[in-house]
């Protein structure tokens, strides 16, 4: 009876997602929530490229693989609502609302840079 059959062999239930802390950065990264996975594949936003660092809190999906789409945000007073802002520990770029962009550390520009269409450093 189908009823029997749950009682004595019940199903072990699991989060579908889970916040988890990654033990080992990169792009082998390893995640602990409630066990260590580790390869873990991780999902970023279209355009953006990131590898998580350790230590960091993360959102886990946990299917036939385990996913780590994102990190847990701090709050960043500095962004009005609809800005954005990519960084790293010591580089960053802010887009603002009113066409502004932030640039911050050293740039690096490979191939030719061009300001309201005048080519700059051109021979």
Same mark, same amino acid.
């Given at each position: 009876?189908? &009823? /029997? !059959? !749950?009682? +004595?062999?019940?199903?072990?239930? +699991?989060? $579908?997602?889970?916040?988890? +802390? #990654?033990?080992?950065?990169?792009?082998? $990264?390893?995640?602990?929530?409630?066990?260590?996975?580790?390869?873990?594949?991780?999902?970023? *936003?279209?355009?953006?490229?990131?590898? *998580?660092?350790?230590?960091? /809190?993360?959102?886990?999906?946990?299917? /036939?693989?385990?996913?780590? *789409?994102?990190?847990?945000?701090?709050?960043?007073?500095?962004?009005?609502?609809?800005?954005?802002?990519?960084?790293?520990?010591?580089?960053? #770029?802010?887009?603002?609302?009113?066409?502004?962009?932030? &640039?911050?550390?050293?740039?690096?520009? +490979?191939?030719?840079?061009?300001?309201?269409?005048?080519?700059?450093?051109?021979?």
């Amino acid at each position: 009876m189908w &009823l /029997s !059959r !749950r009682i +004595t062999h019940p199903e072990q239930e +699991t989060e $579908a997602a889970a916040l988890g +802390t #990654i033990s080992m950065g990169g792009s082998g $990264a390893a995640v602990v929530t409630d066990g260590e996975k580790r390869d873990v594949r991780i999902i970023s *936003p279209g355009g953006y490229c990131w590898q *998580p660092g350790a230590g960091q /809190s993360v959102l886990v999906l946990k299917a /036939s693989q385990t996913y780590i *789409p994102g990190a847990l945000q701090a709050a960043q007073a500095e962004l009005a609502p609809g800005e954005v802002m990519v960084y790293s520990n010591a580089a960053r #770029i802010v887009l603002r609302n009113n066409g502004d962009m932030e &640039l911050k550390g050293k740039v690096r520009i +490979t191939g030719r840079l061009f300001v309201n269409g005048r080519e700059l450093g051109a021979e």
